[in-house]
């Protein structure tokens, strides 16, 4: 799995994962493979600066978060005639996409300005901003109640 954080100075520190030195615009990988490939990390950042995305942090593999930026990125339409889908069309989309693809209770948030503090589970994390808008996309665990509490 591969985490990549992209900081800049004027961000809050609560998603910071390094030192301070380098601090402006710098990426920071993390993954339990000391030496991911760099064939990998190159094709996530040049899928990235394709897509105009700022891939912020992340927790999640990077075939997952392949998927995540380019079908954030097939939501927008190519030409300005075409209507822009409401922030609420994006993250529903993305939202049944996750579902159906890699298992129920996948959560989205899109917006111009939000806060947020999440518990997700491991490996289903990813935060990332798309033009002018900024995306989380996480999952959490399901647990089947089998009879409702007295």
């Known amino acids: 799995m591969l985490s990549i954080t992209m900081e ?58 392949e998927h995540a930026l380019h079908h954030t990125r097939l939501l927008f339409p190519l030409h300005p005639p075409s209507p822009k889908p409401t922030n609420t069309h994006i993250a529903r989309a993305l939202k049944k996409e996750f579902d159906t693809k890699y298992g129920l209770a996948w959560h989205c948030v899109i917006g111009k300005s939000f806060g947020s503090f999440v518990s997700h589970t491991s490996g289903g994390f990813i935060y990332f901003s798309i033009d002018s808008l900024s995306v989380l996309l996480f999952k959490t665990e399901v647990h089947l109640v089998e009879q409702p509490p007295f």
């Open 8 to 65: 800049e100075e004027q961000e809050p520190n609560l998603i910071k994962h390094g030192s301070k030195e380098n601090h402006n615009k710098t990426m920071h990988m993390h993954t339990p493979n000391p030496n991911p490939s760099s064939q990998t990390i190159m094709r996530l950042a040049s899928l990235a600066i394709s897509f105009n995305v700022r891939l912020k942090s992340s927790d999640m593999p990077v075939h997952m978060q």
